[in-house]
């Protein structure tokens, strides 16, 4: 084997089976990396070198990962939407650190994510889409720290992620969506069930909306904001496709006229969709009152999400092309549309066998 010249550092498999390189890094003093392979242990040593040679020191073996993590929520505070911070910080606080939080960040290693995302699925208390974000999270996290030179590789990248779960998805058939907008003809949120399940819009699109979004004499709906929860601000979409303006059907017109008739004469920069009090509804206290009301009426619980979903299904079911689904839904593209709502519905299936019929004549 050749021997490495003078600076180029040493490798040298240790008595424990890891295998360590050693190098003289920028600011003069020795310094380690420990890995399980001989094959990591040469690239963090031609990555550690490379900095050298570019003048960048090396990563700072006292900083841990929490503190690293607070830092960089901090930073992050600036650059992305409450509802995302929130979350993130959540993440951190609930699933991260206590994992890996203590551990010094430059000798973070694969296997402590992997061992963080292992638990993390034993507890058999948290959904595969939880396990998987708090890994999207310390994944995004230290791919910050990698560009800022605090660490030489981003180990979250070579650890498996968790299995993506597959998309739970509970539409109201046709009947139930039926029931529903009969059995709340007197309810205060009448208008925001039929709006939801005719038009699919999001949660916050819909508690965002403001009359002055609406013209219900032309019967069009133009979706300019999304309520932020929590802060109950008004912020833009995310993209430009959630920007859109769609024609309200009959039955959602008519339902926001009377519900635009019972309101107080206010100004038509108020929101549509609001309490007694006139503030904005909570994202939460609409879910609860929808399963409720779904209670009550012998219905099966569903999320508020799930009218969107229904919206969607049973359009599809009724013939509509996905293109024109998903602009109503404001997805980017319409394979996020396909991926979600390709499934095939009972409904769906029968009118498959019924074209088939008329295409190939039925015998019966």
Do not use: C
């Not at 993130?88 to 960040?105: C, E």
């Not at 569903?302 to 009218?307: E, K, V, W």
């Amino acid at each position: 084997m050749k021997r490495r010249g003078q600076g180029e550092g040493s490798i040298r498999e240790r008595s424990s089976g890891r295998w360590e390189a050693r190098y003289r890094a920028s600011d003069g003093r020795p310094r380690s990396i420990y890995t399980t392979t001989r094959r990591e242990a040469v690239e963090q040593l031609r990555a550690a070198l490379a900095q050298r040679e570019q003048g960048i020191r090396p990563p700072d073996t006292r900083l841990t990962v929490g503190t690293f993590l607070a830092d960089w929520l901090d930073a992050q505070r600036q650059l992305i939407r409450p509802r995302t911070h929130e979350s993130y910080s959540a993440a951190v606080r609930l699933y991260i650190l206590p994992a890996i939080g203590g551990i010094p960040l430059a000798k973070l290693q694969p296997e402590h994510v992997a061992r963080m995302v292992t638990a993390l699925s034993a507890r058999g208390t948290l959904s595969p889409t939880t396990v998987r974000y708090a890994y999207s999270v310390i994944r995004t996290a230290l791919g910050q720290a990698l560009r800022q030179g605090k660490v030489i590789r981003n180990v979250a990248t070579l650890t498996d992620p968790p299995r993506k779960q597959g998309r739970e998805m509970h539409p109201l058939t046709r009947d139930e969506a039926r029931a529903l907008i009969e059995g709340t003809q007197a309810d205060p949120r009448h208008a925001l069930y039929v709006t939801a399940l005719g038009t699919g819009l999001r949660q916050g699109e819909l508690l965002a909306l403001r009359w002055q979004d609406l013209d219900l004499e032309a019967g069009t709906l133009t979706v300019r904001h999304t309520l932020q929860r929590f802060t109950h601000e008004l912020v833009e979409p995310k993209t430009d496709r959630s920007r859109r303006t769609l024609r309200l059907p009959r039955q959602v017109a008519g339902a926001l006229i009377a519900h635009r008739d019972r309101q107080p004469i206010v100004p038509m920069s108020r929101l549509v969709f609001t309490t007694p009090a006139g503030t904005p509804l909570h994202a939460v206290n609409v879910t609860l009152s929808l399963q409720r009301t779904l209670r009550r009426l012998g219905l099966p619980q569903r999320r508020f999400h799930d009218l969107r979903h229904s919206f969607a299904t049973l359009a599809i079911e009724a013939g509509e092309d996905l293109a024109t689904v998903s602009r109503a839904l404001g997805h980017t593209s319409v394979a996020t549309t396909a991926d979600i709502y390709m499934h095939v519905t009972p409904a769906m299936k029968d009118r498959l066998a019924a074209r088939m019929d008329a295409v190939l004549g039925s015998t019966g």
